[in-house]
């Protein structure tokens, strides 16, 4: 299994300086990837669980490539709607060819309705300009003389440069949990991304990612990835509260390997770890623990 970390773009430890150690300090410890999080604004509703502060994804994991070599640089997720789909298709396009091909773009369609509203985007259509916007994205990273004309974007007679690195183009990786999410992983991504899902719910969503593949003549079904809370516990510690619902991972080093084999059984094969830290300096204690005394006791 691979292992992934997100670093703090948003919520109370984003700051220039923690970001960068994070990322650095990441790589160092042998973590395979280093993650980010996507919100434009803060409706004032949401300020509890973003925080105020909210770094811009590509632009921090352009930072995080200067400041490394090695690690993959993702998304958990872009929220695809919320940008011009020609512009991010440069950025990434741009991000994969500069750090050496390392991006993976995690997508999703969004869920903050005050948040669309103050970006321009019909919520009732984010769905729609999601698929839409992936399919441009692709062509202008795959075509010599890319053109394509939809309800949202039209565009012919123009050149398309840097083409993304990795061909045909960063690995995409769908975010969700819904029958959508699930369909849009199997017309577009290499993986499925969920946030905290129980062993039940990813036997099920793999299952029906298997069918959606079988109707759709995909010969191989999306892999299974997961984003989730964690929190290496001490003797005494209690189980600490979700930032996004639903499990976390929690507890001694012995019952953490349980749990994260348990995953690996349902086929998740690249974990995600938001470690649940009050500060920075927890923050790359709970890293350190994990990368030193968990990990190597994973199969």
């Not at 300090?25 to 990837?33: F, K, N, T, V």
């Not at 903050?112 to 399919?135: I, K, W």
């Not at 969920?194 to 990813?202: H, K, M, Q, T, Y």
């Not at 994260?260 to 086929?267: H, K, T």
């Amino acid at each position: 299994m691979n292992v992934g970390v997100w670093i703090p773009n948003c919520r109370h430890l984003a700051t220039p300086e923690i970001i960068r150690s994070t990322a650095i300090r990441a790589e160092h410890l042998g973590y395979d990837s280093i993650w980010v999080s996507d919100h434009v604004v803060v409706p004032h509703a949401n300020v509890v669980n973003f925080g105020e502060t909210v770094f811009d994804p590509l632009v921090t994991l352009a930072v995080v490539a200067g400041a490394t070599s090695r690690v993959r640089l993702g998304t958990t997720v872009l929220i695809v709607p919320y940008r011009n789909p020609v512009v991010t298709a440069k950025m990434v396009s741009s991000l994969d060819a500069l750090s050496g091909g390392r991006c993976i773009l995690g997508i999703g369609a969004g869920w903050v309705a005050a948040e669309s509203v103050a970006l321009g985007v019909p919520f009732a259509e984010r769905g729609a300009m999601t698929d839409e916007y992936l399919e441009t994205m692709r062509e202008l990273w795959t075509s010599r003389e890319p053109s394509f004309t939809g309800k949202y974007t039209q565009f012919s007679g123009l050149v398309f440069e840097p083409k993304p690195l990795q061909k045909p183009y960063p690995p995409i990786w769908v975010g969700g949990h819904s029958r959508a999410a699930l369909r849009r992983t199997v017309q577009f991504g290499a993986a499925w991304h969920p946030i905290n899902r129980s062993p039940e719910e990813l036997r099920a969503g793999r299952a029906e990612l298997t069918r959606l593949s079988k109707v759709r003549g995909r010969t191989e079904p999306p892999t299974v990835t997961l984003r989730n809370d964690v929190r290496v516990l001490r003797p005494g510690q209690s189980v600490p509260a979700s930032t996004h619902g639903g499990r976390v991972l929690a507890g001694e080093r012995a019952a953490l390997v349980d749990q994260i084999v348990e995953l690996a059984d349902c086929g998740v094969g690249h974990l995600v770890l938001e470690f649940l830290a009050a500060d920075g300096h927890e923050l790359v204690e709970q890293m350190t623990t994990f990368a030193e005394q968990v990990r190597p006791r994973l199969p």
